[in-house]
């Protein structure tokens, strides 16, 4: 057995001192204080925030690769780079391609789930089918030869085996409805992205099975774009939509350079940690030096330059991140007032909950993987656990082998 000790941080509040006890691949239990029960290993992060692993549901790449490069080599680099930043589960993102280049893609990330092991990095949570089916005045960085409408002879065959877990089609599209049909039939967080919708077209996505939207401002509709497309009286826009229906949820790229710090404050107080994920929507710069990258298959995606603080297509506008999770997190504790345990939850339980995963990760409690980061009070990663092992950072001084006995006994805390 593993005897974690920190500060933890629970979905609701922080244990000052407490420790995780972890038997084999999951969390046994979390107890108060930091006597390890007798014969444990004893890991004593005292000074810093023992959390769960973050959950990030919208990323591309890193390291290099993009998942879309449609090997398994690549989808483990991802994988590797993205659980350095603490994230231990996620849903490998689609971008605008051909059919054959999406199918590769989705069958490189069910290999890897399947013979995952700790020395792969990131758990797959399942794919995110994201491109190809964008509005085309709303392609971002995407290629725009890859966009097109959907059509269920292609997209069946996406969603068969249930590997794609999260779907997104702009609302306004011919075919949306079918496609939404059968994301639902899958059992998919079902989202809205790339799109132009107005407040009728997001009530018609509503009613079949929309409930969240992608990177909150970010290449989707305000009030004065749906006015171009549908002239007056002006209507509502997605944000008015997701802003007014408690059951739909979305995400903000949190890097500091997408959104300034009062629509990041503002995008909190309005949803609250329950409604709002953090995600990276990373690319492949992440963790790679300034240059230029193509976004998407490596050799048909889209180039844009990264300064290493971020994407962007020169004279045009940004083309997604280039940080992992940890840097959102920070960037959350530095520019709203959210407290810490919510800041987590953002990147945590509320993605593992919208995506149906929360029985087994998200969140500190009895019974779930024991997928843990180590966070210093700064927010830094330190160590990162996964699945009972470590697999990231080291071992904190002094962790060498089983404690000594105590006679005191713990008292339980109890969690969600
Ligand atoms: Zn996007
Ligand atoms: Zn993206």
């Known amino acids: 057995m593993i005897c974690i000790t920190g500060s933890l941080v629970l979905p609701d509040r922080i244990i000052e001192c407490g420790s995780v006890l972890v038997a084999g691949e999951k969390i046994q239990k979390l107890v108060r204080g930091s006597k390890p029960p007798r014969g444990a290993l004893q890991l004593d992060f005292r000074d810093c925030y023992v959390a769960p692993g973050f959950i990030d549901i919208h990323v591309h790449g890193g390291a290099g690769a993009d998942y879309m490069d449609g090997d398994e080599a690549a989808v483990r680099q991802v994988n590797r780079a993205h659980l350095r930043h603490g994230t231990t589960t996620l849903f490998p993102t689609t971008t605008t391609a051909s059919p054959d280049q999406i199918r590769a893609m989705i069958e490189a990330c069910a290999k890897v789930q399947k013979h995952w092991t700790p020395a792969d990095g990131a758990r797959i949570g399942g794919v995110h089918l994201y491109g190809p089916y964008f509005a085309p005045n709303k392609l971002g960085c995407h290629p725009r030869l890859g966009r097109r409408d959907p059509k269920p002879e292609e997209f069946r065959r996406y969603f068969r085996g249930n590997r794609v877990r999260i779907a997104t089609c702009a609302a306004e599209l011919t075919g949306a409805a079918a496609f939404y049909r059968l994301a639902r039939h899958k059992n998919c967080l079902i989202t809205c992205g790339h799109s132009d919708a107005s407040w009728p077209e997001m009530e018609a996505a509503f009613r079949q099975g929309v409930r969240h939207v992608d990177h909150f401002w970010c290449a989707m509709s305000s009030v004065p774009s749906v006015r171009a497309r549908l ?55 992440l963790d790679m030096p300034p240059g230029r990258y193509r976004f ?10 990264s300064n290493g603080r971020v994407g962007f297509l020169p004279g045009k506008g940004l083309a997604s991140s280039v940080v992992g999770l940890d840097f959102m997190v920070r960037t959350m504790a530095r520019d709203t007032g959210a407290p810490l345990p919510e800041i987590i939850r953002m990147a945590t339980l509320t993605p593992a909950r919208l995506t149906g995963i929360a029985h087994q990760t998200g969140s500190l409690a009895e019974g779930k993987q024991a997928d843990l980061v180590v966070l210093t009070k700064q927010l830094e990663v330190k160590s990162v656990m996964v699945a009972g092992k470590l697999v990231h950072g080291t071992p904190p001084a002094g962790a060498v082998g089983p404690a000594r006995p105590k006679s005191n006994k713990p008292t339980l805390i109890r969690a969600r």
């Open 231 to 285: 002239g007056t009286p002006m209507r509502g826009s997605m944000e008015q939509f997701v802003l007014a229906h408690p059951e739909m949820s979305t995400e903000v790229i949190a890097d500091g350079e997408h959104l300034a710090p009062e629509l990041l404050n503002y995008a909190y107080r309005m949803l609250g940690p329950d409604r709002l994920c953090l995600v990276t929507d990373a690319n492949r710069a």
């Open 296 to 305: 998407g298959h490596r050799d048909t995606g889209t180039w844009f330059e």
